[in-house]
């Protein structure tokens, strides 16, 4: 079985503070994405990457890097917390294959900025 | 852009019922992927059916199925016999060939199955 961990299910921060996220994949997974989760807006993207090192944006980076030393791990960075950044964070792992693989997804991470 | 549209916030179903979610999308692309995914209130996301956009065939997985209409653009999700554990949040996903494998998500419709 696939299995995608994230270091957290529950995170509460202050404003200002720097924020780590990490996600492990276990399946050798060219690709990892983080996402957002929010009522009523489903899930946007914020960054992936298809190989060590290697990032692109999604649709929403403003505030947040990321960074990807070794394949199996994804980090997301808030550099620093904002009360906008009060949400769910979900990462997913997939091959590169460009031929709509499946995605495997972590159980999200409840993140509080207070 | 690719959008996709879920217009049903929440829906409800009795046990042994079929319900079906709606899902519409937006593209100017001719081949491309469509998934349902299940989010349980554990809120760990799984894959619950794919269609390809070339196939005419709708896909199915036991009791779930698809109602995939190409020219308009609908590629519905049909649970038969409903059961206690499909309570989930379902989000509709359109995926492009050939590029970086990304998912695009609708807003997500909210299931409860009632006993």
């Known amino acids: 079985d696939v299995k995608v961990t994230q270091s957290s299910r529950y995170l509460v921060k202050r404003t200002g503070e720097k924020v780590f996220l990490e996600c492990v994949q276990d399946m050798d997974h060219e690709n990892m994405f983080w996402y957002r989760q929010d009522p009523g807006l489903g899930l946007r993207l914020i960054y992936f990457s298809y190989d060590v090192k290697m990032k692109e944006k999604g649709d929403i980076p403003e505030g947040y890097s990321v960074s990807r030393e070794k394949k199996e791990r994804f980090s997301l960075i808030l550099e620093s917390a904002s009360t906008n950044q009060t949400s769910m964070y979900l990462c997913?792992?997939?091959?590169?294959?460009?031929?709509?693989?499946?995605?495997?997804f972590g159980q999200g991470t409840r993140l509080t900025v207070v | 852009a690719q959008t996709v549209t879920q217009s049903q916030p929440e829906m409800s179903v009795q046990e042994a019922e079929t319900v079906t979610l709606s899902c519409t999308y937006d593209t100017s692309e001719n081949n491309y992927y469509l998934f349902w995914y299940k989010q349980p209130p554990s809120r760990q996301m799984i894959l619950v059916i794919r269609?390809?956009?070339?196939?005419?065939q709708n896909a199915t997985e036991n009791r779930f199925s698809v109602n995939f209409q190409k020219a308009a653009k609908s590629f519905s999700l049909k649970i038969s016999d409903s059961q206690l554990g499909d309570t989930a949040m379902y989000f509709c996903?359109?995926?492009?060939?050939?590029?970086?494998?990304?998912?695009?998500f609708g807003t997500g419709t909210r299931l409860q199955v009632f006993p």
């Open positions: 996903a359109f995926m492009k060939p050939g590029g970086t494998d990304k998912l695009i």
């Open positions: 997913a792992s997939s091959l590169h294959q460009g031929r709509g693989t499946e995605a495997f």
């Open positions: 269609q390809e956009a070339y196939k005419q």
